[in-house]
């Protein structure tokens, strides 16, 4: 290409090298450089005296302007000429096609006819100054089409100037670039909003956390982050199917925003899982009356599948910076709090309080130990002997397990039991104490006639295992102990979720040999028609019902009854927590079978138990 040309369309566009040649190819049928054909070598050959007469110099730039004149009505890009004053003298066809106007109507006009409104006084102003300093200015705008239509531009604006340095015209060429902006846009709503229900993503949400927490802490605002979780979707998903599923999450993304701000953000970081950023926020109680608004409309059934579906939320709140001063801790304690909301019942909401952070803490920590202590096998079973009232002869023993620390310090199970359950390790430490009480009972009782058993507890997330019987025959087969001297300890609260499979597992421990013992009796349903139906063989009374005996009349008749019932039953009956004379004497009159606690023998570790046990048995 002649460099003259080339220097002459870049100062006038603003068009790099690369740029112009892909112009240029549009141009090929005229040639590059003075190899002209085509249409352009019909225009020159109308001239050719002129051609002839005048310099070389000067024909070339004729040729150029010719060039000039084409790359000008055949470019893609809009291109419009103004004078100095910026009135339009010129647009090209391009200009037409994209704006809609046609160039009568806009010769002698402004180009800020085409003004979207998008951009504020300041945005031309610096337009304006750079352009007058510097005589370029490139960037995006958005303008509007003659029809009403917005569409984003990328705009160039040069200022042209005569040999004498005055400003003589502005030549702006623009594209289109909607297409462009759709695709950024349709990646940037992949990136950052949950495709099912339009919210923002877990991406998008901790950056608008972290905004907001920013945005607080300048102002020296309040802010509040609100954890929600459903307790019936996966119910919904597994029983109604997926698409009903997500109907159900669009429909309570909808509720959700429509209980909050413009101003405020609700995000879905997944599942069932939503949060909700709430800023400015002036007292908590606002928050609480939120997070009550929120309950409520969540409330309200659903229908899927032409069903009406009640589903509950959970809410667990926690502010910055009063709860907390980052946005991690923040976030943990607000999912903390949602937890503690879930463990009160359905539709409730909790503040994340200074109790919950310590012993938030704490639960962290514990949990790790209580891993490390199971691989340390530092939980063990005590035993604690029983007594049988009719004989006085020992009949058995209770497993209870304690953590025992390695510097001698014990942990009573009260203190780590709980959170075994919530954490799933109450199944390896359940199966742990199971079998270490087996092998000592097969060991303590081989060859011996006596009648001992020993009773194990289980927790309700072991009743629930589906091997459960598998895994305790097991135990039994590989410990060599006879399923006649093992007895397991349940609860009445972890039968009543599902009384049917309970009742069907209970029959399968029956069948393997094992006895059923119903412990705490008393503090729990204590159904007597359901207790009919359950293959028991022993009721253990509450401690707290022994404790006051034989004290007034209250407190006895209790006990009276709940004899009374079990022998009704066929039942035999433990007494739990015995600590004096008096009690044992209160219960053997009343024909109470067997007595457990600290007045025969407090719970105690192997070794002792097993000196414990020969004096009984010789
Ligand atoms: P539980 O099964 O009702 O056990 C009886 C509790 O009463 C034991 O508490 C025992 O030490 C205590 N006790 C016995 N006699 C007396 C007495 O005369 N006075 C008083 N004040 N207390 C007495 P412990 O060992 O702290 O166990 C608490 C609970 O932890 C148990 O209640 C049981 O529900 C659970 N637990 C213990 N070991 C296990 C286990 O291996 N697995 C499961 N799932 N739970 C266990
Ligand atoms: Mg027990
Ligand atoms: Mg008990």
């Known amino acids: 290409m002649h460099p003259l040309l080339a220097q002459q369309i870049k100062q006038t566009f603003g068009l790099d090298a690369e740029k112009l040649a892909a112009v240029l190819a549009e141009l090929r049928?005229?040639?590059e450089d003075k190899t002209l054909s085509g249409q352009a070598a019909g225009l020159l050959a109308g001239l050719p005296a002129?051609?002839?007469?005048?310099?070389?110099?000067?024909?070339?730039?004729?040729?150029?302007?010719?060039?000039?004149?084409?790359?000008?009505?055949?470019?893609?890009?809009?291109i419009v000429v103004t004078d100095a004053q910026g009135l339009i003298t010129n647009v090209n066809p391009a200009y037409e096609r994209i704006t809609g106007?046609?160039?009568?109507?806009?010769?002698?006009?402004?180009?800020?006819i085409n003004k979207s409104g998008r951009h504020d006084l300041a945005f031309y102003q610096d337009m304006w100054g750079q352009l007058l300093e510097t005589g370029h200015w490139a960037g995006e705008v958005w303008d509007r089409r003659k029809d009403g239509g917005l569409y984003p531009k990328w705009l160039s604006i040069n200022a042209i100037r005569d040999a004498s340095a005055t400003l003589t015209h502005y030549v702006a060429i623009f594209l289109d670039i909607s297409d462009q902006k759709d695709a950024e846009h349709r990646l940037e709503r992949l990136a950052f909003y949950d495709a099912l229900t339009g919210l923002p993503n877990r991406l998008f949400f901790r950056?608008?956390?972290?905004?907001?927490?920013?945005?607080?802490?300048?102002?020296?605002?309040?802010?509040?982050?609100?954890?929600?979780?459903?307790?019936?979707?996966?119910?919904?998903n597994d029983t109604m199917g997926h698409a009903a599923g997500d109907d159900l999450l669009k429909e309570i993304a909808c509720r959700l925003q429509g209980c909050v701000r413009e101003s405020d953000t609700v995000a879905r970081l997944g599942g069932d899982e939503f949060t909700l950023i709430l800023t400015n926020v002036d007292h908590s109680d606002h928050?609480?009356?939120?997070?009550?608004?929120?309950?409520?409309?969540?409330?309200?059934?659903?229908?899927?599948?032409?069903?009406?579906?009640?589903?509950?939320?959970?809410?667990?709140?926690?502010?910055?910076?009063?709860d907390a001063n980052d946005m991690e801790t923040l976030i943990k304690y607000a999912d903390i709090a949602m937890y503690q909301a879930k463990g009160a019942g359905r539709n409730t909401f909790r503040f994340v309080s200074a109790d919950l952070h310590a012993k938030a803490f704490n639960r962290i920590a514990m949990e790790d130990d209580l891993h490390q202590a199971l691989q340390r096998q530092e939980l063990i079973p005590y035993y604690q002997p029983k007594l049988d009232l009719a004989t006085q002869r020992l009949s058995g023993a209770e497993a209870l397990a304690r953590w025992v620390k390695p510097d001698g310090s014990l942990v009573q199970p009260n203190q780590f039991i709980p959170l075994a359950e919530e954490t799933g390790l109450i199944l390896p430490i359940g199966q742990r104490i199971l079998t270490i009480a087996c092998r000592n009972t097969a060991a303590w009782t081989q060859g011996q006639s006596l009648p001992f058993k020993m009773a194990v507890n289980i927790s309700s997330r072991e009743f629930q295992q589906p091997n459960l019987l598998e895994q305790i025959s097991h135990t039994l087969q590989e410990t060599g102990l006879p399923a006649e001297r093992l007895e397991i300890e349940i609860t009445e609260s972890m039968v009543m979720g599902?009384?049917?499979?309970?009742?069907?597992?209970?029959?399968?421990?029956r069948n393997l040999g094992i006895s059923l013992a119903m412990d705490d009796f008393g503090t729990g349903y204590s159904s007597l028609g359901y207790l009919r139906r359950f293959p028991l063989n022993i009721l253990k009374i509450d401690q707290s019902f022994v404790r006051h005996l034989p004290g007034g009349q209250g407190e006895g008749a209790i006990v009276d009854a709940i004899l009374a019932m079990a022998h009704g039953l066929g039942l035999k009956v433990v007494a739990e927590g015995v600590e004096t004379e008096e009690q044992l004497e209160y219960l053997r009159q009343r024909e109470c079978e067997t007595i457990q606690g600290y007045l025969f023998g407090k719970p105690m570790p192997e070794a002792a138990f097993l000196t414990f046990l020969r004096q009984y048995t010789g």
């Open 29 to 31: 049928p005229l040639g």
């Open 50 to 78: 002129f051609f002839q007469q005048t310099d070389q110099h000067y024909a070339q730039n004729e040729c150029e302007l010719l060039l000039f004149g084409t790359v000008f009505d055949r470019a893609g890009e809009a």
């Open 101 to 112: 106007h046609r160039r009568e109507e806009v010769l002698g006009k402004n180009p800020n």
């Open 207 to 236: 950056d608008r956390l972290a905004h907001a927490i920013a945005q607080a802490r300048r102002q020296g605002s309040q802010m509040a982050l609100l954890f929600v979780d459903l307790d019936r979707f996966k119910w919904v």
């Open 287 to 322: 928050v609480a009356m939120l997070a009550q608004k929120l309950i409520a409309a969540i409330r309200e059934p659903v229908i899927l599948l032409g069903q009406n579906v009640h589903v509950g939320v959970s809410v667990g709140i926690a502010l910055f910076p009063k």
């Open 498 to 509: 599902n009384v049917e499979k309970a009742i069907a597992v209970m029959h399968g421990l």
